[in-house]
Nanobody
Framework: QVQLVESGGGLVQPGGSLRLSCEVS????????MGWYRRAPGKQRELVAA???????NYVDSVKGRFTISRDNAKNTVYLQMNSLKPEDTAVYYC?????????WGQGTQVTVSS
């Protein structure tokens, strides 16, 4: 059973930073692509950032230049560094591990950007 546990969410003022972490309990973490998604109130879930097993990354346009996804295969962990946060970044953030037809989700962590 693959489990994903997110952490690092919280309340931050506009312009602030947070780093989300997602630890994955699987013996072959390095072969999985990883993604960070978010669901804002009243909106559909969207892909925020993704990183392949080889380290290639992509981002939704709204976070480019502000968010950075990275992974540490030795720690079975993927990170999302979020800088210059805006109120519109407020959402529940989820991480996903996926490979071919298999995908696994974490439980989510709340990020609230407000003054």
């Amino acid at each position: 059973q693959v489990q994903l546990v997110e952490s690092g969410g919280g309340l931050v003022q506009p312009g602030g930073s947070l780093r989300l972490s997602c630890e994955v309990s699987v013996g072959t973490f390095s072969i999985y692509a990883m993604g960070w998604y978010r669901r804002a109130p009243g909106k559909q879930r969207e892909l925020v950032a993704a990183i392949t097993s080889g380290g290639s990354t992509n981002y939704v346009d709204s976070v480019k230049g502000r968010f950075t996804i990275s992974r540490d295969n030795a720690k079975n962990t993927v990170y999302l560094q979020m800088n210059s946060l805006k109120p519109e970044d407020t959402a529940v953030y989820y991480c996903k591990a996926y490979r071919t037809i298999r995908e696994y989700w974490g439980q989510g962590t709340q990020v609230t950007v407000s003054s």
